[in-house]
Nanobody, 130 residues
Framework: QVQLVESGGGLVQAGGSLRLSCAAS????????MGWFRQAPGKEREFVAV????????YYADSVKGRFTISRDNAKNTVYLQMNSLKPEDTAVYYC???????????????????????WGRGTQVTVSS
């Protein structure tokens, strides 16, 4: 059983920054591929960013590329999402998710999709005002 707890959300003006954190339980966190997703009201959950178990490989949605940075600290069992130059359209509940299989294209597989993730956090609200 893996528990994921997000934090760091809040209300920020357009152009501002936030740093989300996701703390994970589990002794083998360093083997998980970790992803961030978001869901705005009335919309489907969408992919934001993903990081490999080794932190050597990352991938971003086009909508956040160049503004968001995903990182992880395996010693702290935590994955982060640094969000800069925030826009009102970034407003959503942000979720982190864990893929225990550790899918990573660098090792001949692929990035995980939503069905591949085994555990999800409860989310943290990010609201960007114009």
């Amino acid at each position: 059983q893996v528990q994921l707890v997000e934090s760091g959300g809040g209300l920020v003006q357009a152009g501002g920054s936030l740093r989300l954190s996701c703390a994970a339980s589990g002794r083998t966190f360093s083997t998980y591929t970790m992803g961030w997703f978001r869901q705005a009201p009335g919309k489907e959950r969408e992919f934001v960013a993903v990081i490999s178990w080794s932190a050597g490989n990352t991938y971003y949605a086009d909508s956040v590329k160049g503004r968001f940075t995903i990182s992880r600290d395996n010693a702290k069992n935590t994955v982060y999402l640094q969000m800069n130059s925030l826009k009102p359209e970034d407003t959503a509940v942000y979720y982190c998710a864990a893929d225990l299989e550790g899918l990573d294209p660098m090792y001949g597989s692929r990035w995980p999709t939503i069905p591949d993730y085994d555990y999800w956090g409860r989310g943290t609200q990010v609201t960007v005002s114009s």
